[in-house]
Nanobody
Framework: QVQLVESGGGLVQPGGSLRLSCTASGRFFSINVMGWYRQAPGKQRELVATITMSGNTNYADSVKGRFTISRDNAKSTVYLQMNSLGPEDTAVYYC??????????????WGQGTQVTVSS
């Protein structure tokens, strides 16, 4: 019943910035935790940052101080502001959400991913 759509990825030079967005649409009761994950070629998917409905955040050590996660509950949207980007940040970034459906079932939803490439 829910779709997650990311936007904002692309090619950026080292030291540059990007802002990713992910919007949930469809029919659901509520969304608790939303977050961003990433997967580089040949590596496992890793958690980047999460944020609860009330605004509590967690960050991977590798991005702390450079990335900021935020959300707009009225728009069912989560953002990831990425600053001081380096080649090590190159990956496909995936949006994730913990969803409560109207029938009270719960599941984890994933977006299709958006490519972020940091290169000169």
């Amino acid at each position: 019943q829910v779709q997650l759509v990311e936007s904002g990825g692309g090619l950026v030079q080292p030291g540059g910035s990007l802002r990713l967005s992910c919007t949930a649409s469809g029919r659901f009761f509520s969304i608790n935790v939303m977050g961003w994950y990433r997967q580089a070629p040949g590596k496992q998917r890793e958690l980047v940052a999460t944020i609860t409905m009330s605004g509590n955040t967690n960050y991977a050590d590798s991005v702390k101080g450079r990335f900021t996660i935020s959300r707009d509950n009225a728009k069912s949207t989560v953002y990831l502001q990425m600053n001081s980007l380096g080649p090590e940040d190159t990956a496909v970034y995936y949006c994730n959400a913990g969803i409560r459906a109207r029938d009270n079932t719960g599941y984890s939803g994933w977006g299709q991913g958006t490519q972020v490439t940091v290169s000169s």
